[in-house]
């Protein structure tokens, strides 16, 4: 822009003297006005001296931002990515504050910015920033976190060196607020508004008036328009008058209420019941090995049974099965007839066949003498890593509409724990007020039918969002068939003492 206007001031210059002549040396008149044409110059070269320094300090500026954060990640990698918070921050940063950097030195092709094309393909995108938040919204869902504890980097009383930027809390209090949890995002908006330093200032007043509003909170958002917002922006005038005619109205948005999930440990255990569950050395099923070697197992509910066995999946076995299918996770999908990626359910999984892998060959025999079914009727075992916030959303194991006849349907459940989870992760059975810890090396074993086949819907459970850590399970599902004589329904069952949920 300021070239255009020295190219408009020079033909003002020339036609004023009625050409455009090279033969100034010839005219002290002309000379004089060439002192008036280099003092423009200079003048506007200060004002892009000006430009180019305030881009450069915010480039500095981002820059230096970016430094302190990687700093904080490089002292221990492991630690910051199994952190939500950290783990946001980063998405963020590669998804949207690279980009922004870049957008300061688009005009400059230089061997950064080549590079940076190059790099930019293996970068994080919106889509993956709209998961990592939301992997917040479900920690904080589920666990009834306080908002400024997350801001601050706390999770369950633990204080990580971690805390959120106002861009952070802005982008969690935006997803609150399309997902209509007024409440929730009047919380974020506020503590954006607090930590903020730069020109999104209206926007976080606004979106935080409106979140008043949606709560029937009127008086509150018309003050906050009408002190916060600045005098020049559009929208001031239309919004204060539609607080004041909402003063007048009493109807009140009414917020969903979410229920409590057992992951929060909100667990009341009935006396009668909890009075009976004991821990043990079991040898079942008069396994031989088992009478030698028994496992140490942990009665968590008596009907139906869920039980934990510990130290059954050693640390070799671990290392291998992470080792081996690492490079092949892919997004775990949900569903039998229709299968598909959703937030229902957020990790990576692979299936790994066991004869395949003869170094896990124990597993079978292992799981044969634990439960005494027949193990050859075993899906291929499945193995499950939760990133942000992870979980797998309230479901049974049991297959519902049409089962294969040749396999039957899921008698069995085995849920092997790959690896310790710092905070959450455990897996939460909703009917029955029961939370298995994730504790590495331990399995917890539940049929998810009835002796009569028919599915158990107490078995309902949700896979809890990992807080804090990394979350590894192996699965194995066994099926009905093959089981006939080995697991047949005992004479003096009862199938009206069957529980309808």
Same mark, same amino acid.
């Given at each position: 822009?300021?070239?255009?206007?020295?190219?408009?001031?020079?033909?003002?210059?020339?036609?004023?003297?009625?050409?455009?002549?090279?033969?100034?040396?010839?005219?002290?008149?002309?000379?004089?006005?060439?002192?008036?044409?280099?003092?423009?110059?200079?003048?506007?070269?200060?004002?892009?001296?000006?430009?180019?320094?305030?881009?450069?300090?915010?480039?500095?500026?981002?820059?230096?931002?970016?430094?302190?954060?990687?700093?904080?990640?490089?002292?221990?990698?492991?630690?910051?990515?199994?952190?939500?918070?950290?783990?946001?921050?980063?998405?963020?940063?590669?998804?949207?504050?690279?980009?922004?950097?870049?957008?300061?030195?688009?005009?400059?092709?230089?061997?950064?910015?080549?590079?940076?094309?190059?790099?930019?393909?293996?970068?994080?995108?919106?889509?993956?920033?709209?998961?990592? !938040? #939301? +992997? @917040?919204?479900?920690? =904080?869902? $589920?666990? %009834?976190?306080?908002?400024?504890?997350? !801001? #601050? +980097? @706390?999770?369950?009383? =633990?204080? $990580?060196? %971690?805390?959120?930027?106002?861009?952070?809390?802005?982008?969690?209090?935006?997803?609150?607020?399309?997902?209509?949890?007024?409440?929730?995002?009047?919380?974020?908006?506020?503590?954006?508004?607090?930590?903020?330093?730069?020109?999104?200032?209206?926007?976080?007043?606004?979106?935080?008036?409106?979140?008043?509003?949606?709560?029937?909170?009127?008086?509150?958002?018309?003050?906050?328009?009408?002190?916060?917002?600045?005098?020049?922006?559009?929208?001031?005038?239309?919004?204060?008058?539609?607080?004041?005619?909402?003063?007048?109205?009493?109807?009140?948005?009414?917020?969903?209420?979410?229920?409590?999930?057992?992951?929060?440990?909100?667990?009341?255990?009935?006396?009668?019941?909890?009075?009976?569950?004991?821990?043990?050395?079991?040898?079942?099923?008069?396994?031989?090995?088992?009478?030698?070697?028994?496992?140490?197992?942990?009665?968590?509910?008596?009907?139906?049974?869920?039980?934990?066995?510990?130290?059954?999946?050693?640390?070799?076995?671990?290392?291998?099965?992470?080792?081996?299918?690492?490079?092949?996770?892919?997004?775990?999908?949900?569903?039998?007839?229709?299968?598909?990626?959703?937030?229902?359910?957020?990790?990576?999984?692979?299936?790994?066949?066991?004869?395949?892998?003869?170094?896990?060959?124990?597993?079978?025999?292992?799981?044969?003498?634990?439960?005494?079914?027949?193990?050859?009727?075993?899906?291929?075992?499945?193995?499950?890593?939760?990133?942000?916030?992870?979980?797998?959303?309230?479901?049974?194991?049991?297959?519902?509409?049409?089962?294969?006849?040749?396999?039957?349907?899921?008698?069995?459940?085995?849920?092997?724990?790959?690896?310790?989870?710092?905070?959450?992760?455990?897996?939460?059975?909703?009917?029955?007020?029961?939370?298995?810890?994730?504790?590495?090396?331990?399995?917890?074993?539940?049929?998810?039918?009835?002796?009569?086949?028919?599915?158990?819907?107490?078995?309902?459970?949700?896979?809890?969002?990992?807080?804090?850590?990394?979350?590894?399970?192996?699965?194995?599902?066994?099926?009905?068939?093959?089981?006939?004589?080995?697991?047949?329904?005992?004479?003096?069952?009862?199938?009206?003492?069957?529980?309808?949920?």
């Amino acid at each position: 822009m300021k070239f255009l206007l020295i190219f408009v001031f020079f033909i003002v210059f020339s036609l004023k003297n009625n050409q455009i002549s090279c033969d100034h040396f010839s005219s002290t008149d002309e000379l004089k006005s060439l002192v008036d044409l280099e003092s423009y110059l200079i003048e506007s070269l200060d004002e892009y001296i000006l430009e180019t320094q305030n881009v450069l300090n915010e480039v500095i500026r981002l820059r230096n931002e970016l430094t302190e954060e990687n700093g904080i990640a490089l002292e221990d990698v492991n630690d910051y990515v199994t952190n939500p918070i950290a783990a946001l921050k980063l998405i963020r940063r590669l998804s949207v504050d690279w980009l922004q950097l870049m957008e300061f030195l688009e005009t400059d092709e230089n061997d950064f910015s080549q590079l940076f094309k190059v790099f930019e393909k293996a970068f994080p995108d919106l889509s993956d920033l709209e998961g990592a !938040v #939301n +992997g @917040v919204i479900r920690i =904080q869902s $589920f666990y %009834n976190l306080k908002t400024k504890d997350l !801001v #601050n +980097g @706390v999770l369950q009383g =633990q204080y $990580f060196e %971690n805390s959120l930027s106002e861009k952070d809390c802005f982008e969690i209090a935006k997803s609150y607020f399309e997902m209509k949890q007024f409440k929730r995002s009047a919380e974020w908006f506020k503590e954006a508004k607090r930590l903020n330093f730069n020109s999104n200032h209206d926007s976080i007043v606004i979106y935080l008036a409106n979140s008043y509003g949606k709560l029937g909170k009127y008086k509150k958002a018309l003050h906050l328009i009408s002190e916060e917002l600045d005098d020049d922006n559009e929208n001031k005038n239309s919004l204060i008058k539609y607080y004041k005619e909402s003063l007048q109205k009493d109807t009140i948005f009414q917020e969903e209420h979410h229920k409590d999930h057992v992951c929060g440990g909100n667990i009341k255990v009935d006396p009668k019941i909890s009075k009976n569950l004991f821990c043990a050395y079991g040898h079942f099923y008069a396994a031989p090995f088992l009478k030698i070697a028994p496992f140490k197992v942990e009665y968590l509910n008596l009907d139906p049974p869920i039980r934990q066995f510990y130290d059954v999946v050693t640390d070799d076995e671990i290392e291998y099965i992470k080792k081996t299918t690492t490079p092949y996770l892919k997004r775990s999908k949900s569903g039998f007839e229709d299968p598909r990626v959703s937030d229902y359910r957020v990790s990576k999984s692979i299936g790994i066949a066991l004869k395949v892998h003869n170094f896990l060959s124990h597993f079978d025999q292992r799981l044969n003498d634990i439960t005494g079914l027949d193990t050859n009727s075993s899906e291929s075992l499945q193995v499950a890593n939760y990133g942000i916030g992870g979980h797998y959303d309230e479901h049974h194991d049991f297959i519902e509409g049409t089962v294969n006849e040749n396999e039957g349907n899921r008698i069995l459940t085995a849920l092997y724990y790959l690896e310790d989870v710092e905070l959450g992760g455990g897996t939460a059975f909703i009917h029955l007020n029961v939370l298995v810890p994730p504790i590495k090396n331990s399995m917890v074993l539940w049929y998810n039918l009835y002796p009569t086949g028919k599915p158990d819907y107490r078995t309902l459970h949700v896979g809890c969002p990992v807080i804090k850590g990394s979350k590894w399970i192996l699965t194995s599902w066994i099926r009905e068939r093959g089981q006939e004589l080995l697991s047949p329904c005992p004479v003096e069952y009862n199938p009206q003492m069957e529980t309808v949920i």
